[in-house]
């Protein structure tokens, strides 16, 4: 069974940055399709970006141009350095490994104060 565990979150002030990281128990070299989903308090699980091994990113559109995904296949780990954060970034925040089956990690809380 793979295992992904994010780290790196924390409480953070409206416009300072923070990056979250997330290893996994995979060797994610041959891995295609990585992501980061994030959960607001009270809403639903969402997309922020993923990242292939070739590698190409995709970013949904509130996060372009704030955030960055990247991976290191060397290390089995992945990214996501979050900037000019705000209070709706407020969320857990989750790695993705895979696509079917997917693999995800338990969380990190990021907690934006205004």
């Known amino acids: 069974q793979v295992q992904l565990v994010e780290s790196g979150g924390g409480l953070v002030q409206s416009g300072g940055s923070l990056t979250v990281s997330c290893v996994t128990s995979d060797n994610i070299a041959d891995v295609y399709y990585m992501a980061w989903f994030r959960q607001p308090p009270g809403k639903e699980r969402e997309l922020v970006a993923s990242?292939?091994?070739?590698?190409?990113?995709y970013y949904q559109e509130p996060f372009r141009g704030r955030f960055t995904i990247s991976r290191d296949n060397a290390k089995n780990t992945m990214l996501l350095q979050m900037n000019n954060l705000k209070p709706e970034d407020t969320a857990v925040y989750y790695c993705?490994?895979?696509?079917?089956?997917?693999?995800w990690g338990r969380g990190t809380q990021v907690t934006v104060s205004s």
């Open positions: 990242i292939t091994n070739n590698p190409s990113t």
């Open positions: 993705r490994q895979g696509v079917a089956p997917a693999f």
